[in-house]
């Protein structure tokens, strides 16, 4: 063969394997229901679409599904509940056409929370990353599925109202407020931005547990994302006043629900240098500004020692209000108590809270290696969590940016924090459920690019089949 021919053969087999290529992706269908699933019909155009024939009972699969020419793609897989007490299926679809994406369609007479019959539910298509389809209970009650309705809370109090807060599963927001960069030192969107939404997008998600990071400039106050090199580097996002504006937003429309502010990583960048603290006055601004909250929890008496260890039922009820809480560092100071009845009536003290009273254990794995991330965090999970009762744990599922390309491509979104979410979101969803059980699931389950329900849904599955059956909590306040 002569140069010429050969350099030509390779150039066209290099184009075909570049047009054979296609954009794939990950679903893992969560089987948390009673009844294995069987596979009733299959088929597929221009795809890699593989369904497995079964999916026992209490188990899940991941499926690798790749479009190849993305406009007429389509695939689709029927599931059969079998031995349910009604016709029961859903089928599993694949679609090109209008942008690549996943979803679920209810066949016969299968309904869930919020999903009544025929309901399609979308899941989306991450590219290299994973979605997930998660089915929970046993159909006499209603399933809990993915596209919960946005007041979970108060849907599930049945199940999670008598429940203290370590025996429930929550889902919670990392870095919530840097879903928008407002301020630029020495950081970009690229490697600063955690959330693609912003904070009352993640509420009406599910998220009901916030990482807030305050930043104090001499503008206001704002959330952060910094690291301490010679100098804070990084970037200040979305002030607290707009995050303020979110929940009130939010509470408005759906109430009765709990939702937990976590204050960690203060920063005072108002003078020459940048400070890693707050004084006691900063403090007070601080709370100024959160004092503006109108669903601040408050007590008059039986204020909790261990807020982790006394019902969600203390907290809110059927037709309750919003109660806010909110989580400082044990060193910080409390509000003037003065300054918090200048907003509400039942002064709204209880709801700011020392660590010491608000115990959690867990941590963020400080990697970009997802294999790592998840061995690191079900290690946790697994040292922490021995009993249903033990010390309310968050399961931190986030990649780190480690390398200095992946810091400065700001070109290349899938080397982004919002973009390395991806594959976090493809580990959580394939690799926690073979692993939890009665005694041993994340209270917390914390993500970046909080932008679905499906940790909402995730989070309801542990709470439907392990909180459901776990001792009831005593109903009585711990002083």
Known sequence: MHVGEATSTLFFCTLISLVEAGTGGYVTLINASPYDWNLTYSHSYQMDFKPAQLIPAGTSHEQYVEFYYNKDDAAEATYELVGSSEPA??????RGSGGMHLQVYYLDTLTSLNNPERSTIPLGFEHDGGVSFILAGDGIEPYISTNPPVGWMQATLSTIGPKTLREISIPASHDAGMSQVTGFYGGIPHNTNTQSGHIFDQ??????????????????????????FITALGATGRGLIDIVADINKFTSQHPGELIVLDLTHEMDGAGVHWKWELTVEQWQYLYEVLGHIKDLWSVTSNIPQDYTSVPLSTFIHPGSKSAVLIRLPGYAPLPRASMMCEFHDGCGYSAFIHDTHFPLVGAYSDTDDKEFLVTDQITKLQSFRITSDSTMQCSVWTITLAGIWDMISFWDEACSIIGQARLAHRMLFSRLWPVINKNTYPNLIEVDDFHNSQFTALAMAINNKYAKSAPKAAGKVRR
């Open 89 to 94: 299926s859903f089928q599993l679809q694949a």
């Open 203 to 228: 509420l009406v998600n599910g998220a009901r547990w916030f990482d807030v990071r305050p930043v104090h400039l001499g503008t206001g106050w704002y959330t952060g994302h910094f690291s301490n």
